[in-house]
C-alpha cells in the first residue's frame, strides 16, 4: 500500500513549504486558489512541464481531487503537460501583435529554429509554445515572452539576437 | 436554492412573464420561476438539482430594460422585472445560441443513440435554423472508455458540464473534469481512470445529448418504440421509483421516476442496470421434476404443481407440519410472502422466514411492528448528527448515503462505528472501528457515555455485561455528546448488526441510546421488503398484519441448522443467500422434498431440489414492496416473463388450490394486497427493541474472525447476473481484506491468494491488505460465486497462504 504520501515523496521539501506558503493566504474553504502558484512551483522544479504524478501530487498535498488540477493544467498555456525545451518562446499573435505584424515575428522564428509553433527543437533548446491570449504587451507590439521575461516592439533582427543568446 | 431563499426569506416578488403575472419568492432565479408557472424555456446546462453555471446560453429571455438578453437560469427575479421568453429578440439570441452549438455537433441523428430522445434535437427543432450555415470542418473528440456502464461519443459534447457538477456535487466524486479549454474543452478524466461513483448512470440522464449513454442499452431500442411503465427498485430498502422502457415486453432499460420524498430524480446504478439480470442464460425456462430415476424432465405447470404439491403434503403428512420450513428470498413482493406464509401455515407448519441473513433472533418478540427506519428518507438531508453502526450506506442504500452526505455538506456530524474504516464520499464527524467481538462493548460505551450526563437515569440491568470491562473513551463521549446536544439525531443500524450474532442486543443497545439521546431510532434492513416480510407473515412469530403468532415456527437460522425434511424455497439461493450458507445447502441436500420456486437455476439447485418451478423476476411480477420506510409502493408486472415462468403470486395461488386450501382464489394481485392491506391497517412502524437485562456472554476466543457482509452488487439473485455491474471495479476487486497488522501476525504480509476456511468448508480469494479493517477482522463477502457455500457470515475463521 501507499505507505508515503505522494506529495511527500514527489515534492521536495522546499517545493512544499512553498506551496503551504500560498496556502496560508487562503481560507480553509477556499484552498483550491492555491492550486495555480503550486502547479507552477511544481512545474519550475521539473523543467518547464507537469507530468500526471506531479498533477497528483499537488492536489493532494493541497486536499482537492485531481481532476482540479488537470483542469488547471489544461486550461491555461502557462502549464505544459509534455516535455519541452530549456525555453519557452510565447509570441502573441492576438490581434494587436497581429495588425503589428506578429504573423511574419512566427514564421521568422519557425524558419529559423526549423520548427512549427508547439514543437521543440530537436536540441531540446527552446519551445516555441502556441499562445492562445493577448500577453498584455499591446502597446509595443509585436512582443513575445521568453521565460517569463518581455521583449517589445519585435524585429527580425531583435528576434535573433534574444533567441541567439538562449543557452 | 429556492428553499433557501423562502426559508430565511419569506418575501416574494411580483414579475411579469410573457404577460402572465407571478409571484415569486425573492432571490430564485427566473428559470424556477417560468419552470414553476409552466413556461418553458430552454435550456442545455441548467438542471434544478445542480449548480447555476450559465454556460450554454440557451435560456437568455428578453428582459425590459436589460440591454441584451440575459440568462434566466442565472437571473435573480425582481420587483416588477418584465420578460419575454417569446420576443423576438429572446427568440433570436436563442437561435444565435443554438446555432453556434450546432456548429460542432454532428447532425447525424439517425445513428445516434439519443436520437429521438435528445434535447438538443428538440430544441434545434424548436429553436434552431432549417438549414446549417456552417460549411467548414467540425472537430472530432476521442472517446474515453468510463467503465462497463457509461458509453462514450464525446463529439456529440457541447460542453453543457451536468456530468462534472453531478458527481461533483451530488455523486460527490469529481471524477470528470472539463480538460483544456475553448473549441478544444473536453469533458474527461484526463488520465483515462473511469467513472467509478455508485450513482454514475444518472450522467446518462443528465446528459442532453448523445455523449454519454448507456452502455448495456445503447443501440438496442429506440425511444419511440418503447412503452414506459412505473416501478420500484427490488435491491435496497429505499425503493427508489423508477419507470422500466419495454419493447413489446422486453425489458430494455431502467430510469429513474421523480419522487421528491424517496429518491429525488437520482437512482443508484444497482438500481438502473441490474434488469440485465431478467435475460441472463440462468434462467429457469420451464417448470421441472425428477423422473423415476433422478434425472431432470422438463414438464407442463400442471404436472410440475401435482408434483409440487405431493412433496409438500407428503412431507407434513408423513413428519408433521412441523417437518416443513418455507426459506423466502430477499426480492419477493408482499403477495408473495402473504400467500406463502398462509400455504405454509395452512400446510400445518410455522416455519417461515425472509430474514435470511441475521443471526440472532432472540428479541423478536419484544420488538416493534417490523425494522422501520424511525425517520423519512426526506428528513435523513437535515440530520444535525446520526450515528451509522455495522452500517455501510455508501454500498447498501446508496440513496440513503446521498441524503447523509447532504446533511454532512450543511454541517451534519455523520458517526460510524463499524468494522472497518467508511469509504465515504463526505466528511465523518467521528469514527471508530471494532473488530466484531468488541462491537457490542463499543456501542455499550456510547449508551454509558450517555447516562454519564442523563440526570435520573439509571443503567438498565445489565448494561454493565455488554460492556465487558470496556471504558468509556473520549471518542464514545464525543458520540454521545453529538447525539445529545442536536435536535435532530438519529441512530441507523446496519447489515452489520443484523447479521452480528450478538444482533438482539445491539438493537437493543441501538434502542436505549436513541432513547437516552432523544434520537430517532431505525433500522437499514437487507433487501427491499424486510418490512413486508413481518406485515406479510413471512416471519415465524408473526402473521399476516404483524400480529404476533400463536405458535412460533422456527426462524431461518434453525431451519438450517436443525434441518427439515421438506423445503419451500421462494426466490432465493440459500447458499448465497442465507446467514450459514454451508449449513443452509447441507439442509437442503438431506432434505427428501425442496420445492424451489425460482427465476434461476443453479447447479446447487438442481443437486438438492425435486420441483423447480420458474417464476417472473423484478418487472415481470406485480407486486408491493414496503420500504424501511415503511412506504408501500405497489408497481405492476410489465415484462412478458421468459420462458414458460409465471409470476410467483399466480404460482403460490394454483398451489394453494392444488393443496386444497382455503383461500387462495384471487384474480389479481391487488386483491391480496388489498387483503393485506386491511389487516396491516393498525399497524405503526417501529424498530425498538425493549431493553431485557442481558447475560453476560462468555469472552470471545482469540483468532482471526470472518466479517461476511453482502458488497453492493451481490445482494439478491438479480443483481448478481447482471454482466455490466459484475464488471465493475466494485464488482471486481472483492477478496479477502485484512489489516497489515493482522496480515503480518498470519505471515501473510506478502501473500496473494489465500485459502479461507469455516467449519468444513474452504475457498481461494485475492488477498488484500486493508487498514481501513480492525485488526483480527476478516472480510470475506457474503453472496459471491466464490464465497457461497462458506459458513456464516460472522464467525471464527481460518486463513492460510493459497
Given at each position: 500500500m501507499n505507505e508515503q504520501r505522494l506529495s511527500e515523496r514527489v515534492l521536495t521539501q522546499e517545493q512544499r513549504k512553498q506551496i503551504d506558503h500560498w496556502l496560508s493566504k487562503f481560507p480553509q474553504e477556499g484552498k483550491r486558489s492555491a492550486l495555480i502558484p503550486a502547479l507552477h512551483i511544481a512545474q519550475d522544479g521539473n523543467g518547464g512541464y507537469l507530468t500526471n504524478e506531479l498533477m497528483d501530487a499537488v492536489a493532494e498535498y493541497i486536499g482537492i481531487e485531481p481532476t482540479w488540477a488537470y483542469e488547471a493544467a489544461t486550461f491555461y498555456s502557462m502549464f505544459d503537460t509534455q516535455p519541452v525545451g530549456r525555453h519557452k518562446v510565447n509570441i502573441c499573435t492576438n490581434i494587436a501583435c497581429m495588425l503589428m505584424g506578429s504573423d511574419d515575428i512566427v514564421a521568422h522564428c519557425e524558419k529559423r529554429l526549423g520548427i512549427k509553433l508547439g514543437e521543440t527543437t530537436a536540441d531540446n533548446r527552446i519551445t516555441l509554445k502556441i499562445e492562445?491570449?493577448?500577453?498584455?504587451?499591446c502597446a509595443f507590439g509585436p512582443m513575445m515572452v521568453v521565460d517569463g521575461h518581455y521583449h517589445t516592439q519585435l524585429t527580425p533582427e531583435k528576434v535573433d539576437e534574444i533567441l541567439d543568446n538562449l543557452e | 436554492m429556492t428553499d433557501n431563499a423562502e426559508a430565511t426569506n419569506p418575501e416574494t416578488v411580483t414579475i411579469e412573464v410573457d404577460g402572465r403575472e407571478l409571484e415569486v419568492p425573492k432571490g430564485s432565479m427566473l428559470i424556477e420561476a417560468t419552470d414553476n408557472a409552466d413556461i418553458h424555456v430552454p435550456r442545455f446546462c441548467y438542471h434544478r438539482k445542480l449548480s447555476v453555471v450559465a454556460n450554454c446560453r440557451m435560456c437568455l429571455v428578453d428582459v425590459e430594460k436589460a440591454p441584451k438578453p440575459l440568462p434566466a437560469c442565472a437571473t435573480p427575479v425582481a420587483e416588477g422585472m418584465k420578460v419575454r421568453t417569446r420576443s423576438e429578440r429572446a427568440l433570436k439570441a436563442q437561435k444565435g445560441v443554438m446555432e453556434f452549438l450546432l456548429i460542432n455537433h454532428p447532425l447525424d441523428c439517425p445513428i445516434c443513440d439519443q436520437g429521438g430522445e435528445c434535447e438538443l434535437q428538440d430544441l434545434a427543432l424548436g429553436y434552431g435554423r432549417g438549414v446549417s450555415r456552417f460549411t467548414e470542418r467540425k472537430r472530432a473528440v476521442e472517446d474515453e472508455d468510463l467503465g462497463p456502464l457509461i458509453s462514450t461519443e464525446m463529439t456529440r459534447c457541447i460542453h453543457c458540464t451536468r456530468c462534472v457538477r453531478f458527481l461533483e456535487e451530488v455523486a460527490g466524486t469529481r471524477e470528470l473534469a472539463a480538460l483544456n479549454r475553448g473549441e478544444h474543452t473536453e469533458i474527461g478524466t484526463y488520465v483515462g481512470a473511469g467513472v467509478h461513483s455508485e450513482m454514475s448512470g444518472n450522467i446518462i440522464d443528465l446528459c442532453p445529448v448523445g455523449a454519454l449513454t448507456s452502455k448495456p442499452y445503447r443501440f438496442s431500442a429506440r425511444s419511440w418504440e418503447m412503452l414506459s411503465h412505473p416501478s420500484v427498485s427490488a435491491h435496497d430498502c429505499v425503493g427508489s421509483n423508477l419507470q422500466i422502457h419495454h419493447v413489446r415486453g422486453a425489458i430494455k432499460r431502467i430510469v429513474p421516476r421523480d419522487n421528491e420524498s424517496v429518491n429525488e430524480c437520482w437512482i443508484a446504478d444497482r438500481d438502473r442496470f441490474a434488469y440485465e439480470g431478467v435475460y441472463s442464460g440462468e434462467r429457469l425456462q420451464a417448470p421441472m421434476v425428477r423422473d423415476d430415476s433422478g434425472a431432470w424432465q422438463e414438464t407442463d405447470w400442471e404436472t410440475a404443481l401435482e408434483v409440487a404439491g405431493e412433496h409438500l403434503k407428503g412431507v407434513v403428512t408423513r413428519e408433521g407440519g412441523d417437518a416443513l420450513g418455507t426459506l423466502v428470498g430477499p426480492t419477493a413482493t408482499i403477495e408473495e410472502m402473504y400467500l406463502a406464509g398462509r400455504l405454509t401455515r395452512g400446510l400445518g407448519s410455522a416455519n417461515i422466514d425472509a430474514r435470511l441473513r441475521e443471526a440472532d433472533f432472540s428479541d423478536q418478540d419484544r420488538s416493534g411492528t417490523f425494522p422501520a427506519l424511525g425517520i423519512e428518507l426526506e428528513a435523513l438531508d437535515g440530520v444535525e448528527a446520526a450515528l451509522l453502526v455495522g452500517s455501510e450506506p455508501r454500498w447498501d442504500q446508496p440513496i440513503v448515503n446521498h441524503r447523509l452526505r447532504k446533511a454532512a455538506l450543511q454541517g451534519g456530524a455523520i458517526m460510524s462505528l463499524n468494522y472497518r474504516a467508511q469509504d465515504l464520499n463526505y466528511p465523518l464527524a467521528a469514527e471508530r472501528v471494532a473488530a466484531p467481538a468488541d462491537m457490542v462493548a463499543e456501542f455499550a460505551a456510547v449508551a454509558a457515555a450517555l447516562l454519564e450526563t442523563a440526570t435520573g437515569r439509571q443503567a438498565p440491568e445489565g448494561l454493565d455485561d455488554l460492556l465487558a470491562g470496556a471504558q468509556v473513551g473520549e471518542a464514545h463521549r464525543a458520540m454521545a455528546a453529538r447525539l445529545r446536544d442536536n435536535a435532530r439525531t438519529a441512530v441507523l443500524l446496519g447489515q452489520g448488526v443484523q447479521a452480528h450474532p450478538r444482533g438482539a442486543v445491539l438493537r437493543m443497545l441501538g434502542t436505549l441510546v436513541a432513547d437516552l439521546s432523544d434520537s430517532r431510532f431505525g433500522i437499514l434492513t437487507d433487501g427491499p421488503n424486510q418490512a413486508g416480510a413481518w406485515l406479510a407473515g413471512?416471519?415465524?412469530?408473526?402473521?399476516?398484519?404483524g400480529q404476533p403468532a400463536s405458535q412460533p415456527g422456527l426462524d431461518a437460522r434453525a431451519m438450517t441448522e436443525a434441518p427439515r425434511q421438506g423445503y419451500l424455497v421462494l426466490g432465493a439461493e440459500p447458499e448465497r443467500d442465507c446467514w450459514d450458507g454451508a449449513a443452509a445447502e447441507a439442509a437442503l441436500r438431506q432434505a427428501a422434498s425442496v420445492v424451489c420456486l425460482t427465476a434461476f437455476v443453479t447447479d446447487a439447485m438442481r443437486e438438492y431440489a425435486q420441483v423447480l418451478l420458474p417464476v417472473g423476476t423484478f418487472g415481470e411480477t406485480a407486486g408491493t414492496y414496503v420500504s424501511a420506510e415503511g412506504r408501500w409502493q405497489s408497481f405492476p408486472g410489465v415484462a412478458q416473463p421468459v420462458g414458460e415462468a409465471r409470476p410467483a403470486w399466480k404460482v403460490l395461488r394454483v398451489l394453494g388450490n392444488v393443496l386444497e386450501l382455503d383461500g387462495f382464489e384471487y384474480d389479481a394481485p391487488d386483491a391480496i394486497t388489498d387483503e393485506l392491506a386491511e389487516r396491516c391497517r393498525e399497524e405503526t412502524p417501529s424498530a425498538r427493541v425493549e431493553w431485557l437485562a442481558p447475560g453476560r456472554e462468555a469472552a470471545a476466543e482469540d483468532g482471526l474472525y470472518r466479517v461476511g457482509l453482502v458488497p453492493i452488487y451481490g445482494g439478491d439473485a438479480l443483481v448478481r447476473r447482471a454482466p455490466a455491474l459484475q464488471r465493475t471495479r466494485h464488482a471486481t476487486e472483492q477478496g479477502v481484506r485484512i489489516s497489515a497488522a493482522t496480515a503480518q501476525q498470519q505471515g501473510?504480509?506478502?501473500?496473494d491468494r489465500v485459502q479461507v476456511q469455516q467449519g468444513g468448508h474452504s475457498t481461494v480469494l485475492p488477498l488484500i491488505i486493508d487498514d481501513a479493517l480492525a485488526d483480527g477482522a476478516v472480510w470475506v463477502p457474503a453472496g459471491l460465486t466464490a464465497t457461497a457455500g462458506l459458513g456464516p457470515m460472522f464467525g471464527p475463521v481460518a486463513l492460510a497462504r493459497a
Open positions: 492562445e491570449e493577448c500577453l498584455a504587451g | 413471512a416471519v415465524p412469530h408473526r402473521d399476516a398484519g501473510l504480509a506478502d501473500a
